[in-house]
């Protein structure tokens, strides 16, 4: 008896979501693509890499300056007096900790810059989105990140980083 129902339960849903889908109008968007494909993350992006350009040119001067200490130790090492070699390998170590110490923070910008985007995307994607499924009439919008197959029909990406561009063109204030 309860096998019976189990069948009979497994197959109504079968049906019931073969007529669903039917019926059902599905999207698929990569929101991180359509971000990032936005003219306008394009400059924030931009604008962020401008920023932090100091800060990896130290980090980038930093690095150097160890590979140079470092090749010093390999090429010399072996004629220092054991004071100079120790005191050498102390600065690589220093110099590491300090490289560490710019790297992190570098990335730690780097991931703030790519928060405030998000922030400042988010609600632009999520009205852009809206427009979307109204004007399309969606019942479904799916991560593609989730996903392990899409027909790319139902991919509408770039339809929404379109509508981010054209937004952002109408938002723009007109100056002559």
Do not use: W
């Not at 090749?71 to 090492?77: A, P, R, S, V, Y």
């Not at 809206?130 to 139902?154: C, Q, T």
């Amino acid at each position: 008896m309860t096998k019976r129902f189990v069948r009979s339960a497994l197959l109504g849903l079968c049906l019931a979501s073969a007529f669903a889908s039917a019926e059902l109008k599905i999207a698929v968007l990569d929101t991180q693509r359509a971000l990032v494909s936005s003219e306008e993350a394009k400059a924030l992006l931009e604008q962020a890499q401008t920023e932090l350009k100091k800060e990896e040119s130290e980090v980038n001067a930093l690095g150097e300056e160890i590979q140079k200490m470092q090749e010093q130790l390999e090429t010399d090492g072996e004629v220092m007096s054991p004071t100079e070699r120790r005191k050498l390998e102390k600065g690589i170590e220093d110099k590491r900790l300090d490289y560490q110490f710019l790297v992190n923070k570098l990335q730690k910008a780097l991931e703030d810059r790519r928060q405030d985007l998000l922030q400042v995307m988010s609600p632009k994607v999520n009205a852009v989105l809206k427009d979307l499924i109204e004007l399309e009439g969606y019942d479904v919008v799916l991560e593609r990140a989730s996903l392990r197959y899409v027909n790319p029909k139902h991919d509408i990406t770039r339809r929404v980083t379109e509508k981010l561009n054209e937004k952002r063109e109408a938002d723009a204030p007109s100056g002559s």
